[in-house]
T-cell receptor, first 117, second 118 residues
């Protein structure tokens, strides 16, 4: 079984600052995917960014980027130029690469990110 | 992307009763998933529901407590049976839509059903 650990229950930064959310995971799988999901107060889960384990290049999506360290089993999320709308719970998630399609996600406990005006 | 609706959006139920939650998708999908999010907690996978086969349950979840139906490629139901206050949670369905998202293997989530058991 795999586990996902987010060690920061809550973080608070000023608008326009850069913030990094930490995530570590444990697995014996070699083929897998890692995700960061955002859950604002509306509770709708929104995919922020995704990383395939076989790719060495870190994924980026506009202001969001990851630092994927496979050997260390670390997958941190960096948010640049943070905005008030980034305030949300952020969940790190793991999915086995089953080959025939998606598998269920294993989530970390989440980090509550607050962007202060 | 996929548009997912859930019914009901919220409900308050009495101990010992059962509630069936519906999940409707605007496109045909092979795999659907059901998650539980207890108050202030993360999401936990309950089961995977593929059309035409029995649902696969995760450790700690059993079919008698959480029976699932998957009658076609756009619809699924989760029933929470013989409810107790410990079942008070948000229940979310998700679908995987390979090939129609820029994120391959992305899972789209429904808005969730907030269940309170008294």
């Amino acid at each position: 079984a795999q586990t996902v650990t987010q060690s920061q229950p809550e973080m608070s930064v000023q608008e326009a600052e850069t913030v990094t959310l930490s995530c570590t995971y444990d697995t014996s799988e070699n083929n897998y995917y890692l995700f960061w999901y955002k859950q604002p107060p509306s509770r709708q889960m929104i995919l922020v960014i995704r990383q395939e384990a076989y790719k060495q290049q870190n994924a980026t999506e506009n202001r969001f980027s990851v630092n994927f360290q496979k050997a260390a089993k670390s997958f941190s999320l960096k948010i640049s130029d943070s905005q008030l709308g980034d305030t949300a719970m952020y969940f790190c998630a793991f999915m086995k690469g089953s080959g025939g399609g998606a598998d269920g996600l294993t989530f970390g406990k989440g980090t509550h990110l607050i962007i202060q005006p | 992307s996929a548009v997912i609706s859930q019914k009901p959006s919220r409900d308050i139920c009495q101990r010992g009763t059962s509630l069936t939650i519906q999940c409707q998708v605007d496109s045909q999908v092979t795999m659907m998933f059901w998650y539980r999010q207890q108050p202030g907690q993360s999401l936990t996978l309950i089961a995977t529901a593929n059309q035409g086969s029995e649902a696969t349950y995760e450790s700690g979840f059993v079919i008698d407590k959480f029976p699932i139906s998957r009658p076609n490629l756009t619809f699924s139901t989760l029933t929470v049976s013989n409810m107790s206050p410990e079942d008070s949670s948000i229940y979310l369905c998700s679908v995987e839509t390979s090939g129609v998202s820029k994120f391959y293997n992305e899972q789209f989530f429904g808005p969730g059903t907030r269940l309170t058991v008294l």
